[in-house]
Each structure stands twice: as C-alpha cells, then as structure tokens.
T-cell receptor, first 114, second 113 residues
Framework: GAVVSQHPSWVICKSGTSVKIECRSL??????MFWYRQFPKQSLMLMAT?????????EQGVEKDKFLINHASLTLSTLTVTSAHPEDSSFYIC??????????FGPGTRLTVL | QQQVKQSPQSLIVQKGGISIINCAYE??????FPWYQQFPGKGPALLIA?????SEKKEGRFTISFNKSAKQFSLHIMDSQPGDSATYFC????????????FGSGTQLTVLP
C-alpha cells in the first residue's frame, strides 16, 4: 500500500509556543489530505480537509486560527498548532487520499504541551 | 450525532477463536465501508473494505459481512491470534467529492494466548 509519513513522531513543547507537524505522501500524489485528532481510547475526530493549493475546510468547532493547515504541494501538508496549551495535547494523525481514492494514514504525532 | 455505531467497545477472545465486531449506519448515502486496525501509538491501517453491492468479502482470516437492508456490517476474525490484539474501527464513506471517513467508536480486541 501507499506510504504516508509524519514528522515529528512526538513533540513536547511549552505552553504558548507553536508546533508544526508535517505529513508527506511518499510514493503517490495526494490531492486531498485529512487531519485527525485522537484522544486516548477514543475514535479519530476529523479536524480538517486539506486540498492542494486551496484553503483547508475545517470541521465545526475546530479553530482555524489555532490549527493552521497548509497543503503547499501534492505530497506535503502541514498542521501548525499555534499558541499551544495543555488541552491541545493529543495524538494528531494525517491521512492522504491516493488517485485510486483510498485513504492511507500516517503513523501519528504525539503532542504534549507542558 | 454518531452516524456509525460500533459494538462491542471491548472484546476478549481466546487464541484460535472467532472475533466478531459489529457496526450499523443510518446514512444510505454511504457507499464504501472500510475497516481499520490500530496498534497503540500508531496510525490506523486499512484492513479490508467492502462496497454495498457485495454481501461478503474475505481476505485471509478477515471477513466482512454486509447486510444492506439492515444497514449493518461486521468484521469476523477467524483463528484469532495474540498479534491481532489492537483497536479496530469500522468506517463509512459517503459518495461525493469530499470522501470523508466517518469512524465508529472503536473496539479494543484482546486475544489471550
């Protein structure tokens, strides 16, 4: 199957700082990427849908000014958590949709805000 | 509103047994039903998927049964192994350009050796 990578795999930051998470499709071009958030023992919650070259579409209740998404190329999308607070601590997972319209997930990024 | 209901929340099975996880949906616009397997600290991985025009799909020890009239589908894991211990999510995709996944709540499967 197609491979999606995320970087970093884990990050610890101080409250008030910003953190950038990268999502890359390694062997296919993804016109659409998705960003999810997952709390312990819970399901994945879709945060936003990112289309290359256009603004991301955010789900209801997700602050677009806090979670900045940039889909600059067909293989790269970034999520920046701005002015992070402890309640932003979570597992962030991206997925990319290949031309065959299947979704492949990245390995996730564990964010801990102190 | 939970569009895909998944049960049970947790499941314990003996090695060699059959694990069964059930999902139900309401939205008849869903046209693709994948199952994902997730190990702790990892992203979900596609396990098997089915379209509503098929009643059953089998891949190795994993089988999806689909009942379109009842709007239900289930995952059967035959000869369950300790390595199958993970969280399983059913999902559904609605026809249309966005193709967003709607996930079930997840089932934590433990296979005892």
């Amino acid at each position: 199957g197609a491979v999606v990578s995320q970087h970093p795999s884990w990050v610890i930051c101080k409250s008030g700082t910003s953190v950038k998470i990268e999502c890359r499709s390694l062997d296919f071009q993804a016109t659409t990427m998705f960003w999810y958030r997952q709390f312990p023992k819970q399901s994945l919650m879709l945060m936003a849908t990112s289309n290359e070259g256009s603004k991301a579409t955010y789900e209801q209740g997700v602050e677009k000014d806090k979670f900045l998404i940039n889909h600059a190329s067909l293989t790269l999308s970034t999520l920046t958590v701005t002015s992070a607070h402890p309640e932003d601590s979570s597992f962030y997972i991206c997925s990319a949709r290949d031309p065959g319209r299947e979704q492949f997930f990245g390995p996730g990024t564990r964010l801990t805000v102190l | 509103q939970q569009q895909v209901k998944q049960s049970p929340q947790s499941l314990i099975v003996q090695k060699g047994g059959i694990s069964i996880i059930n999902c139900a949906y309401e939205n008849t616009a869903f046209d693709y039903f994948p199952w994902y397997q997730q190990f702790p600290g990892k992203g979900p991985a596609l396990l098997i998927a089915i379209r509503p025009d098929v009643s059953e799909k089998k891949e190795g020890r994993f089988t999806i049964s689909f009942n379109k009239s009842a709007k239900q589908f289930s995952l059967h894991i035959m000869d369950s192994q300790p390595g199958d211990s993970a969280t399983y999510f059913c999902a559904a995709i609605q026809s249309g350009s966005a193709r967003q996944l709607t996930f079930g709540s997840g089932t934590q499967l433990t296979v005892l050796p």
